[in-house]
């Protein structure tokens, strides 16, 4: 979900399911100081209207669902809905927490914001990204603005490259200090929950801290990983609005391009890809394309 600026009171919520339909959502409203904003209604255009999935209102809580058994179907970013404030003063961006989706077979779906903050910046409470693997491990870095008691996302290759990631370094950073219970499954889905230790405290403006470290088995180095779908809990057990960090290939590189080192290994995306031979295709000029190598 995108939560646009704040203007006349309301916001825009747009949203994005491109491989799924969503049969139901609910979520609250903050203001950037994390304090719940009353709803005074929800407007009748959309992808929810659209699909004749009506939303119901209770304070500060926004429901869509019906009874009929509608969906809104998978598709790009569009509206969802327009959501209007009963008061809005002293308010200059807003988010979305305690988001929850369901698919048509009721299963929950991982899923992230994005709100939008005063001169189109973006204002949003967390973020988790992923180092490239060092020595056979990697740092999961987090940013946030209030401390956390959970965290859950999944990790994938920026490549598509398998991996078997193996477990969590013990005691190391955030979580670790906060002696949290850190597991990690083979296929790259991490978990973590706080015990009966402090909550992972939230960070200090737009630096990131580390959150945990984790082993992977028989990974080059250099292999960038992304942190898709995260999921994080605030002390009170209330979900935290998260911007998910893009997980996407870089574009493919133009013949001229292809052939510098240099850009190949910095292609637009800022990361490092350790692999000895790559491929690079270059634009369609003609009825035909340039193939160029890299096995330095």
């Avoid at 950037?32 to 209207?49: I, K, M, R, Y």
């Amino acid at each position: 979900l995108f939560v646009g600026e704040l203007t006349d009171g309301g916001v825009d919520v747009d949203i994005m399911n491109p491989d799924v339909a969503v049969a139901a959502l609910q979520f609250t409203f903050i203001d950037q100081d994390g304090n719940p904003l009353t709803v005074a209604s929800v407007g009748q255009e959309g992808a929810a209207a659209d699909a004749a999935v009506p939303a119901t209102v209770s304070e500060d809580l926004v429901a869509f669902f019906s009874l009929g058994g509608g969906s809104i179907p998978a598709g790009g970013q569009r509206l969802l809905a327009r959501v209007e404030f009963g008061s809005a003063n002293g308010v200059t961006s807003v988010c979305l927490e305690q988001f929850v989706v369901t698919s048509e077979t009721g299963d929950v779906l991982t899923a992230s914001t994005v709100c939008g903050g005063e001169d189109n910046g973006t204002d949003v409470l967390a973020n988790v990204r992923a180092e490239p693997v060092s020595d056979g491990t990697f740092d999961v870095l987090y940013r946030s603005k209030v401390p956390l008691s959970s965290f859950r996302f999944e990790l994938r290759t920026l490549l598509g490259q398998d991996v078997s990631f193996a477990s969590a370094v013990p005691d190391t950073g955030a979580a670790g200090d906060a002696g949290f219970s850190v597991v990690v499954r083979a296929t790259g889905a991490v978990s973590g929950l706080r015990l009966d230790g402090p909550p992972v405290p939230a960070t200090s403006g737009d630096d990131y801290a580390v959150l945990t470290t984790i082993a992977v088995n028989n990974t080059t180095d250099g292999t960038q990983l992304c942190a898709v779908g995260p999921i994080l809990s605030a002390e009170d057990g209330t979900s935290v609005a998260v911007e998910e960090a893009s997980c996407e290939a870089p574009s493919a590189a133009t013949s001229d391009n292809a052939t510098s080192p240099d850009n190949a290994t910095d292609s637009g995306g800022g990361f490092v890809i350790d692999e000895d031979v790559r491929l690079f295709v270059g634009e369609l000029t003609d009825g035909g394309v340039d193939v160029d190598i890299m096995n330095p």
